[in-house]
């Protein structure tokens, strides 16, 4: 049994995070709460993704796990506006979800969630440098470096104390420093990984500018990024493997 | 060059260097060279390159620049390079040079005026490919440990056959030409920022409901590097007259027209002359001492122009996948 109501914005905020990255996923339905976690075909980015009961409108389910196609499910989302509210219920005879949204109704098709791909272990790192930076940097930072590059060099300077940012391209280069003033916190350690412009510039897409991010970085590891939504009841993890020098 | 109205034809999409990592392609090398001869004299001053004999030598810079891109994304580049010039393409070959030395002219006087955006603008469509610069082009890629492959005639369709056989697995190239020598795949845009754009042979013939001859005869009707077209076709025309009639030789005369040569200009593209004399190898091993050595002090190019791009080939890095840290 699956019976809930959540604002447009909030069930749209949840879709993206992780669309970014896949195009199904499985949705865990807790007794507290949805949890998606997912990582693309080529195993280099993963999401992780909570939502509280707390962040719906009325929230009801004994269990269960449910696959959904991304794409329809935001484009039957979309028809809502912002403010309007999307209610959700399982239909677990047929395996359908009805979505109606102001007299709007939507049958949906879940998908055997068997048929998705399995759902990656989150690796257990251990990040030296730990950085905590607006949504809106990282922003700047990405479409800065993807005027020349396709690749970008996120790293921090222990001993200046400072988190910076790095595109090479054939002919130009961006860099970008940010000192602890300019950042929200900063626990220094020796960091320096190279990443694909591909995934983060999909991964930022999903980040609210206003957002507080916290960044974990490490020499030549994958870095992650958390961060929330929904007023705080939303919680994302972004995990993103590095490019890493070919023996 | 390329005919501009096969690119209305072509099935084009965009495609991410990442999901090509692995693949080997065939780069047709005078293609290649002239694209990055013409952005390296844009953007650097002729005294970076000019070496004490005068001798021009952009091309190392260019090279230099540009294999890092095969390498970061995990690609084999084997450079086909062209052999004799087909005689057919001689008006071509010759509406260049007349062309060139139309902005050779243009270039002397804005020289004289001082006009330096001119000059620089001018500069770079003069650019040739002289014998120094394929030679060294050359020396520079055997020392990068680059397979060359030395096509009898057109680089591009020496390139294309081989991605036919299943050597390759691209063709890189700007030519939409490409398509009429059948390439099953081409990779466009290789030399620019950002995602090429992959040309799909089968697909473009699927979407006009034409086979490969009949490609190859609408782009005969609108005109190729060996023959004016006739005039008043252009691409929707070209495939509607070959739906109706069947083939070149049909369509011309049901229009009462005439193309010199149309039997040999449909095989230099159906059946081009090409080697077998090729091998690809499984990994590429730069010596990057004695490439540096070779550009900077025996061709005297500034070292500080070239330092980046043997970085970045020394450095070359691949992505890795998640499982890498579980």
């Known amino acids: 049994m699956f019976n809930a109501i959540v604002s447009a914005d909030t069930l749209q905020a949840t879709l993206d995070s ?19 976690r997912a990582v693309d075909p080529a195993n280099v980015g993963m999401v992780d993704l909570r939502l509280d009961a707390a962040a719906f409108e009325s929230y009801e389910t004994d269990g269960g796990l449910i696959g959904v196609n991304l794409s329809r ?31 709007l109704e939507y049958t949906l098709a879940l998908i055997d969630p068997d048929s998705i791909r399995q759902e990656p272990d ?9 950085i905590v930076i607006e949504g809106k940097d990282i922003d700047r930072s990405v479409t800065a470096a993807d005027m020349v590059s396709d690749h970008i060099a996120l790293g921090v300077d222990a001993t200046e104390e400072l988190f910076y940012v790095d595109a090479e391209g054939d002919t130009d280069d961006v860099h970008l420093e940010l000192t602890r003033d300019d950042l929200i916190d900063l626990t220094p350690g020796d960091a320096h990984s190279l990443f694909s412009l591909d995934y983060l510039k999909n991964m930022n897409k999903a980040i609210p500018k206003d957002a507080e991010v916290e960044m974990e970085l490490g020499e030549e590891f994958p870095v992650k990024m958390h961060f929330s939504f929904a007023e705080g009841q939303g919680r994302v993890t972004y995990m993103l493997a590095p490019r890493i020098q070919s023996e | 060059m390329g005919n501009a109205d096969l690119r209305s034809l072509a099935a084009l999409s965009d495609v991410s260097f990442d999901d090509l990592g692995g693949s080997v392609v065939a ?32 091309n190392l810079i260019g090279v230099v620049q540009g294999l890092p891109k095969f390498f970061e994304h995990d690609l084999t580049p084997v450079f086909v390079f062209d052999g004799a010039v087909t005689d057919l ?7 260049r040079r007349e062309q060139r030395e139309k902005y050779e002219s243009e270039l002397e006087a804005a020289r004289e005026a001082g006009d ?9 469509r003069t650019q040739r490919l002289t014998d120094t610069i394929v030679d060294t082009t050359r ?7 680059v397979p060359i492959v030395d096509a009898p005639a057109e680089g591009e369709g020496q390139a294309s056959v081989m991605a036919r056989r299943g050597d390759v697995d691209y063709v890189g190239t700007e030519d939409y030409d490409a398509l009429l020598f059948g390439a099953p795949m081409t990779l466009r845009q290789i030399t620019s920022k950002g995602d090429p754009e992959l040309m799909d042979f089968a697909a473009t013939l699927e979407r006009h409901d034409l086979s490969w001859e009949q490609l190859v005869d609408a782009a ?24 109706e009639h069947g083939d070149l030789y049909a369509v011309l005369e049901a229009r009462g027209e005439h193309i010199d040569h149309a039997d040999r200009i449909r095989d230099l593209f159906l059946d081009p002359a090409v080697t077998d004399d090729y091998e690809i190898p499984d990994s590429i091993e730069p010596d990057i001492d004695a490439a540096r050595a070779f550009v900077t002090e025996q061709w005297e190019v500034d070292a500080d122009e070239v330092a980046r791009g043997f970085e970045r080939i020394d450095d070359s890095v691949v992505q890795t996948g998640l499982d890498r840290w579980a």
Not at chain 2, 116 to 124: E, F, G, I, M, Y
Request: net charge negative.
């Open chain 1, 73 to 103: 499910l935001e484009d039957i989302a979309g028809m809502a506006d912002a403010g309007q509210l999307v209610h959700l219920d399982l239909d677990e005879e047929t395996r359908k979800l009805h979505i109606s949204i102001d007299g």
């Open chain 1, 18 to 36: 992780v669309s970014v990255l896949v195009d199904e996923c499985k949705i865990h339905l807790e007794e507290d709460g949805l949890e998606i």
């Open chain 2, 27 to 58: 780069v047709d090398a005078h293609n290649w060279l002239y694209r990055y001869l013409t952005t390296t004299v844009k953007f650097t001053s002729e005294s970076k390159y000019t070496t004490s004999d005068g001798e021009e030598v952009a």
């Open chain 1, 122 to 130: 989150l690796p257990d790192l251990d990040l030296s440098a730990n």
């Open chain 2, 116 to 124: 330096s955006t001119r000059v620089a603008k001018l500069d770079s």
């Open chain 2, 220 to 243: 005969i009707l609108m005109g190729t590097d060996f023959n004016e077209g006739i005039s008043g076709i252009g691409p929707k025309t070209a495939v509607k007259d070959l739906h």
């Open chain 2, 89 to 95: 393409k001689d008006d071509e070959v010759e509406k």
């Open chain 2, 139 to 145: 020396d520079l890629l055997e020392l990068l440990d």
